[in-house]
């Protein structure tokens, strides 16, 4: 069992359903490479589930990056599910190949698109470090926000099933 406190978050003013998302441009990471990428290029492709988790290698990253690839929402559906947390490319890199992942994810070590979702997290004892708290929003094509999961506590994780429904619904 794994040993950890569970911690309540502050309250956040967040991007909610029906706003339109914030977009943004940084490297965006496959198994082979990444390039700079901005959200509207995949939106005007379609909906897009973006999934903001903390930093590779913390088990909450591992845990919801296994689920989604296990829940395989990608096949047969009309949605691109990418990730963004700040760790760098090369970690997400090794992420995607541990993980054995199909998902492209967006680097920011610098937090600043959690900023500008109203996510952002300071980490305790960190001065000047932040990450993003756990997040999912379903966008449609032109951005504006179908479904929003900001976590509350930490750690905390959505609810799989009803994300599901959201991108059905589309």
Do not use: C
């Not at 900001?150 to 099933?161: L, S």
């Amino acid at each position: 069992m794994v040993d950890f406190e569970v911690v309540s978050l502050p309250d956040a003013d967040h991007v909610e359903e029906g706003d339109t998302a914030p977009d943004f441009t940084r490297p965006l990471v496959n198994d082979e490479y990444w390039e700079d990428a901005s959200l509207s290029e995949l939106t005007d492709e379609g909906p897009v589930l973006l999934v903001f988790f903390t930093m590779d290698g913390a088990f909450p990253a591992t845990y919801v990056w296994n689920e989604l690839r296990d829940r395989n929402w990608d096949d047969g559906r009309n949605v691109t599910i990418v990730g963004l947390s700040i760790s760098d490319p090369y970690a997400h890199k090794r992420l995607i190949e541990e993980r054995g992942m199909d998902y492209r994810l967006f680097s920011d070590p610098q937090n600043g698109v959690a900023e500008e979702y109203g996510i952002a997290n300071d980490l305790d004892g960190m001065a000047g470090v932040s990450e993003p708290r756990p997040a999912v929003f379903l966008l449609n094509g032109d951005r504006t926000v179908e479904y929003a999961w900001v976590a509350e506590e930490w750690p905390d994780f959505p609810d799989y099933d009803e994300i599901e429904d959201a991108i059905d619904g589309l």
